[in-house]
């Protein structure tokens, strides 16, 4: 069995890496049968976003706003 982690997009969608479809010679249209274990680190994402989020509001927060100011 190959196995591989993968994002499930809007409306339940997912790639295939190119490897394993050619490995496997999955063309479009095939059907694949998919085995769910579980959901990997559900939380992971949502905490690297909010992580990059506020290390932008700290780089902004640290700099002289007159600097940058528009007259």
């Known amino acids: 069995m190959t196995a591989f982690i993968r994002r499930v997009y809007e409306k339940g969608k997912i790639t295939i890496p190119k490897e394993l479809r050619e490995l496997h010679d999955i063309e479009n249209g095939d059907f694949v049968k998919l ?3 579980g959901v ?17 509001h700290d780089s902004i927060r640290d700099r002289n706003p007159e ?5």
């Open 35 to 37: 085995q769910i274990v």
């Open 40 to 56: 990997v680190e559900k939380d992971r994402a949502s905490k690297r976003q909010h992580g990059a989020v506020n290390s932008i």
């Open 67 to 71: 600097k940058y100011r528009r007259d």
